[in-house]
C-alpha cells in the first residue's frame, strides 16, 4: 500500500502562483512513477502531469506546459507541482496518483490516489 496526502491548494487571483505537494508513505515511494490530476466541478478527472520513477522524465497536458512544472524528491518521499501564471480554468481538486515503475496519463492506469486538494483561482 501507499498512502497519498496532498497539500498546498488555496486561493489565488489569475496570474499567481501555488505549489502543490504529495507526501507519500507505505512501500519504496522511488519505485513509483508519480502524476498529477484535477477535476472539475462537474467534469472527468483529467491528466495534468506525470514524472518517472526516476525523476528525468515529464510529460505534461498541452494546456499547462510552460507553466507548470512536476518534480520529485525521493529522499523525501514527495512529489511536486508547481503553478504558474495560473488562469481561473485552473480552478480543480488535484489529485496526485502512483503507478508502480511507469507512468500514464489515463486515470485508470494509477494504482493509488490521494485525497486531493483545492485549487480556486479568482478572476
Known amino acids: 500500500q501507499v498512502q497519498l496526502i496532498e497539500s498546498g491548494g488555496g486561493l489565488v487571483q489569475t496570474g499567481g502562483s501555488l505549489r502543490l505537494s504529495c507526501a507519500a508513505s507505505?512501500?519504496?515511494?522511488?519505485?513509483?512513477?508519480m502524476g498529477w490530476f484535477r477535476q472539475a466541478p462537474g467534469k472527468e478527472r483529467e491528466f495534468v502531469a506525470a514524472i518517472t520513477w526516476s525523476g528525468p522524465g515529464t510529460t505534461y497536458t498541452d494546456s499547462v506546459k510552460g507553466r507548470f512544472t512536476i518534480s520529485r524528491d525521493n529522499a523525501k518521499n514527495t512529489v511536486y507541482l508547481q503553478m504558474n501564471s495560473l488562469k481561473p480554468e485552473a480552478t480543480a481538486v488535484y489529485y496526485c496518483?502512483?503507478?508502480?515503475?511507469?507512468?500514464?496519463?489515463?486515470?485508470?492506469?494509477?494504482?493509488?490516489w490521494g485525497q486531493g486538494t483545492q485549487v480556486t483561482v479568482s478572476s
Open positions: 496518483a502512483a503507478r508502480w515503475r511507469t507512468i500514464a496519463t489515463f486515470r485508470g492506469r494509477y494504482d493509488y
Open positions: 507505505g512501500r519504496t515511494f522511488s519505485n513509483y512513477g
